[in-house]
Structures are given as C-alpha cells and as structure tokens.
C-alpha cells in the first residue's frame, strides 16, 4: 500500500507546511475537500477495494461519553450538566478541525512523520489518526467526531486522575 496523508480542514498556508513535511519523508499528501467529508476514508486513500460510501459504526457513543464525562467531573468537583454542555459544543465544532489520516504507515514511520512535523514550521497537528481495518470505510467526519471525543474524555480523565 502507498503512504498518503489525507489532509482535512488545513488553511491554505498549514496545508503548504503539511506538503513540505511529507515530501521530506516522500509521502503523497492529498487535501480533502469538505464535499469529500462524508466519504469513506479507504475510498480516499486510494484502497482498491474500499467502496466511496462510508459506513460508520451504528452504536452510539455520544450516550457513553456522556456517561463517562459526567463521571469524570464529578470526581473533579465540576458541574457535569457544564461539562456536558461543553462536551456537545466541542463535538460539533469537531468537523472544523485540522486532521491528518496516514495510511500505509508502520509504527517507524510514523514516529518519523512526528518527528518532522514538531522540527518543522507546523509544530503540531492536533488531530491525528492511522488506518486500521476497522476505520477504513469511516468518513473522514466521523473520524473527527471520535478522535475529538477520545481527546475531551481523556482531557477530563486527566483532570480527574490528578
């Protein structure tokens, strides 16, 4: 399988910066239109036999990291009704994003891939996913959706461990 980073959601300027980052490592960067958002990942990595049409996981998991957000403030002396609140504005806003999906990428490579986007003009990309066959036929939307998600339980999880 080739390497390719899907881009989503990059300015103009930071999607050059992106560019520069893969060429260093030669790997083909492709940006992802919003009207692309909703089509499968595999699709857009160029996967031969992944079909365009996403099909997302069915549970919903906005009722379990309610849940478990709520949990979370509660041992943290927070509102949970405030953080859940909070929670639901960050999912939405989810979709606006900076994500970067890597495809094709070992563990090496990735570390690589790291590494020269810290050293670079970027610095960082706070949205970041790899290619498994369990997300291959996600939507990019969702994917931002569930890796914004992992990131507020884990910010509140933390905050509840210290």
């Known amino acids: 399988m080739n390497k390719v980073v899907l881009a989503y ?9 992106l560019r520069q980052a893969c060429a260093v490592l030669k790997v083909n960067c492709k940006e992802v239109a919003p009207e692309q958002f909703d089509d499968a ?4 990595a160029g996967i031969k036999d992944c079909p365009r049409e996403a099909v997302n996981p069915p549970e919903n998991r ?12 509660g041992k943290t002396g927070e509102d949970p ?10 999912l939405r806003q989810a979709s606006r994003e900076e994500m970067v999906f890597l495809c094709g990428f070992d563990m090496h490579m ?6 020269v986007v810290k050293r670079g ?5 706070g949205m970041k996913a790899m290619l498994t066959p369990s ?3 996600w939507s990019g939307r969702h994917l931002l959706q569930e890796i914004a998600a992992e990131h507020l339980y884990m910010k509140q999880f933390n905050k509840a461990m210290h």
């Open 62 to 73: 906005e009722d379990e990291l309610s849940e478990a957000l709520k949990e979370a403030a």
């Open 81 to 90: 009704e405030v953080v859940k609140k909070a929670a639901g504005q960050m």
């Open 135 to 137: 997300n291959r036929s």
């Open 121 to 125: 003009k970027l610095k960082s990309i």
């Open 9 to 17: 959601n990059f300015s103009p300027e930071r999607l050059q910066m």
């Open 110 to 115: 990735l570390n690589r891939f790291l590494a």
């Open 41 to 44: 990942v595999g699709f857009l």
